[in-house]
């Protein structure tokens, strides 16, 4: 038997908001109560070492917020997520970057937040500058920059500098049709390692039924199915 990567139980994340907030009420010294939205609720699901995971679901479901759980960016309230020891990295849109950094300051610092050495980042430099294709805004701060180049530039550094564990949140579905192409030709070769586990967030159905050996639905926060990737894109499109 396959031995598990990712171990996810009971996991609950909740966020704070205001209720009724105005700037006439905090002007008028009113006391604004804090509420609690509950975004992630009591979720358990294994991924098998070298298995690739599609997860689906209507915006606000929580998938974005379960995959940052699992990357160790946000805590949970409760329950836990076990990565066995594995490096991992979280591709994703508005993650990672520091504005006023250009992009190759960002390569090095998100590449040395995976753990890798500089050594290792300027050997892998080059590959990484040239899949972006950036050109010369690869020295330009990333403030700078369009939602289609954020997204090559954080798909270049996971394309490039291979962790255990990959976790990719819709960057695939940004940018131009081109690079997309070359994206998802990347990542099949990138999954083509038996070794490595892979977690794709994506509303791309075609791509996620080619790719994933599993597909886990999560709706308004809850685990609704998991299992076999056919049989679970049809219950989910029978659904919406």
Known sequence: MSENSIEV???????????DYSIRNV????????QSFQAVKNISFAVKKG?????????????????????????????????????ISLTAIGVGFKPDLS??????????LLGFSYEEIMKKMDDVVEFSELGEFIDKPVRTY??????KLAFSITANLKTDIMLIDEVLSVGDE????KSFNR??????????TVVIVSHNLPMLEELCDKVLWMHEGELM???????????YQQFM
Not at 9 to 19: D, E, P, V
Not at 187 to 196: A, C, G, P, T, V
Request: with cysteine; glycine share 12%; proline share 0%.
């Open 9 to 19: 139980r009971n996991l609950c994340i909740s966020y704070k908001t205001l209720g």
């Open 27 to 34: 002007l008028k010294g009113k006391k604004v109560k804090n």
């Open 51 to 87: 298995e690739i995971l599609g997860v689906i679901g209507k915006n606000g479901s929580g998938k974005s917020t379960m995959l940052r759980a699992i990357a160790g960016i946000f805590a949970a309230d409760s329950g836990e997520v076990d990565i066995k020891g594995n490096s």
């Open 103 to 112: 992009g190759r300051e960002n390569v090095i610092l998100s590449s040395m």
């Open 146 to 151: 369009s939602s289609g180049m954020y997204s």
């Open 178 to 181: 081109r690079f997309s192409k």
């Open 187 to 196: 990542m099949k070769e990138l999954i083509s390692d038996k070794d490595r």
């Open 225 to 235: 199915r998991y299992g076999a990737t056919d049989e679970i894109l049809q219950e």
